[in-house]
């Protein structure tokens, strides 16, 4: 069974809009067995959408509709799909009442254009749709065909906005297609990887990999990390668990302590458990970031508890009053230094008085540094981890623009941690 | 004229990936007056790829495909087009040397199947790829069907990877569509605005744009921001952006104020540049939003001009240690308070010497506060400015996650800020 996946809308035939409701439509067709052969995204054109609800007609099983299910002019979905399949439209009397009642619980009169939204195609189960006016509709031909053999198709129609199309999808669809589909068990993991070179991981992953096709693996690199998931298809789930853990667990053997979760975790979540389960605390001076790295740790709930606060100290007085880094290093040295990223590193864990700091000094451009800090490249970054027993720094030499260096330095700054605390 | 894009790629038909090149190729081509009706998005699969481009060909006249040009079995682009054209592919002897010159300067020998790469469509000019192996390619149907009347179609090849094809597009496929499609010229002009409602911004624009059909607009709201964009084509450039600027001229003139941009700029570089204007300098202490404010001033190039710096005391300790805020006022009155808002404001501006200082207090949950401010709900915010002669502060209440709770709590500072400084 393919699918095609239709986004009805103009505005993401705009330079501004991309449907992004196909990647969760994707994700749940897939956990069915069913595959997305295309998608086809076509303005509020009743020519071109009937066009484009003919095309997927002739080359897929399920066609999946979303958008276009409003009471405006602009809203074709119901007549494309009727005209395409050359099934009649008839007026639903339960929808109809209750977008009367809708309209009659906010004490306004209901426009005549709305009651469109009560019609439905004919033979169509209507989906109630909690979360706004527009229901959705679920046709599959075969029910319907009864002079002999046809060509079996399910048309679905969900509104457009994430909030309605969701649980729609789940409450409603999801049960209609799995007592139809042939019954389908999947199971998935995901490995999660930072600062590794996709070819690299792919280069020590694929020999293995590779001997388990019956698992789909995708590797996907972005921002200085890597996932691997896997995802596998079997009579039970139990198989399906089977496959992804046996591949799963072969891969972590060979990737070893590169990978740092394998439950979905992230890098920030993943430092700050370690920090929990050894009662230790951090406090944090950054200056090129300027403050990506508190936001990154204080962005997961009940980061609090170990994380004590951070400094983003722009100026070299600033480095000083807030880290007590010695204004001579500064001149010595230069503010981009192993000296500086040391000073601050050890100045807010004495300061704050947490059990670990983390100082970052560097240049992100795309301006050149200034006075010492001038002959210095862009990219440079100085990361240091300060414990009460040690103190390590790392230079890092970063490319890209300013966002880029920003981001992937504070990567890098995670990433020590988590390796300074295995 | 109307455009088809063909994004070929089976990794698209994933829940990892969207096509993005899309929104890249919709705006280029919308400037030369060309609308894009549809895109389709199909897998590695000859089959799937062939009837997507047979397809397009029936039904728009410019039929572009981003993707699918490499060497590997999955790119199938070249052949698909050649199918559903009718049009041979020809092995071009200039591609091939150049592939075998790329790789001689590895130093590796070229794998045979990589010579498919120099397989052009009969008739179609080569694009020089200066980014990749794939080359472009461009072909017009009316350049070679001399025999009578024939439905005109131009096709265009494109490689995926977008450091490829923008460069592709811009310095070839442009000056070629340039000198085939009729003149067009265009303006754009952009006003932004923070945290105002979309149907207000529409209530009270709607009366004036409607007005202009000659002028497309388009409303976007996005994380506390409200964009309208304008876009005018007309047979002069002058005659454009005059259409353009006398609706951007009515519409500022009824926003007034609440318009913080008109050429592009963020509000962080509105902020920064109105502190800049006026020789003054920015500190911020804010616990919520977790260092998110001060990464957000940070990211732009020669904010240190202005922005000394910040902290994120997530401790009441540290909010007496780096803003001197009294412990007895977190103890009165709960770290989420008017109280402590200002005192941070009030405390990190002496501390740094700055000319204003913001304080930002709040409960961004999932979790609830604890202490005094355990029964203060979430999403409840309080942000403070201080200067030399006046403090303001301000409670908002915010709706959503962790991270929409912080992000509208910056907007509302920033916006805060920019209003401050009028």
Redesign the interface.
């Known amino acids: 069974m393919i699918a095609e996946i239709i986004a009805a809308g103009s ?10 409701n ?3 439509l ?2 749940r067709l ?1 956990q069915l067995g069913v ?9 509020d ?1 009743i020519d ?1 959408l009937t ?2 609800a003919r ?1 997927a007609l002739s ?1 897929a099983d399920i066609v999946l509709f979303s958008g276009g299910l409003g009471p405006t002019e602009d809203d074709l979905t119901r007549e494309a799909a009727s005209t395409a399949l050359g099934v009649e439209l008839r007026r639903d009397p339960d929808l109809l009442a209750a977008l009367y009642k809708r309209f009659a619980a906010r004490q306004i009169a209901m426009p005549p254009n709305n009651a469109k939204q009560a019609d439905v195609l004919t033979g169509a189960t209507v989906l109630d749709n909690k979360n706004g006016s527009a229901a959705g509709q679920y046709l599959d031909t075969t029910l319907w065909q009864t002079d002999g053999p046809a060509l079996r198709r399910i048309v679905i129609l969900l509104p457009g906005p994430p909030k309605e199309l969701k649980p729609l999808f789940e409450q409603s669809v999801e049960p209609l297609l799995r007592a139809t589909l042939p019954p389908s068990f999947f199971a998935t993991r995901q490995l999660r990887m930072a600062l590794i070179p996709e070819s690299t991981v792919d280069a020590r992953t694929s020999p293995i990999y590779k001997q388990y096709p019956q698992v789909e693996t ?1 590797i ?1 690199a972005h921002s200085g990390e890597i996932q691997l ?1 896997f995802l596998a298809f079997a009579p039970t789930a139990e198989e399906a668990q089977a496959r992804v853990d046996e591949l799963s667990g072969k891969i972590e053997a060979e990737m070893d302590d590169a990978i740092f979760s394998s439950n979905g975790d992230s890098l920030e979540e993943i430092v700050l458990l370690h920090l929990g389960l050894r009662h230790l605390t951090l406090s944090v001076a950054e200056s090129c ?7 990154r ?3 997961i ?4 508890r170990t ?9 070299p ?2 480095k000083t ?2 880290a007590g880094v010695p204004p001579a290093l500064i001149e010595v040295h230069g503010a981009v230094s192993p000296e500086v990223a040391t000073a601050l590193a050890e100045g807010i864990r004495t ?3 947490s059990s670990i700091g983390i100082g970052i000094t560097g240049l992100a ?3 050149p540094g200034s006075g010492l800090d001038e002959p210095k490249p862009i990219g440079l970054i100085y990361i240091a981890i300060a414990s009460a027993t040690v103190t390590e720094v790392k230079e890092v030499n970063l490319t890209g623009d ?2 880029r260096i ?1 981001w992937w330095a504070t990567q890098h700054a995670l990433e020590l941690l988590r390796r300074h605390l295995l």
Chains 1, 2 share one sequence.
């Open positions: 505005e993401m035939l705009t330079p501004h809009r991309v449907d992004t196909s990647l969760y994707t994700a897939n595959q997305v052969a295309f998608k086809t995204i076509v303005g054109n071109h066009s484009a095309v080359r995708t996907l998931h970031t300027g403050g990506l790295l508190a936001q740790l204080t962005s709930p009940n980061s609090s994380f004590l606060g951070g400094i983003v100290p722009y100026t007085e600033l009053l807030f300061l704050t008085g451009g795309p301006t300013r966002e920003r």
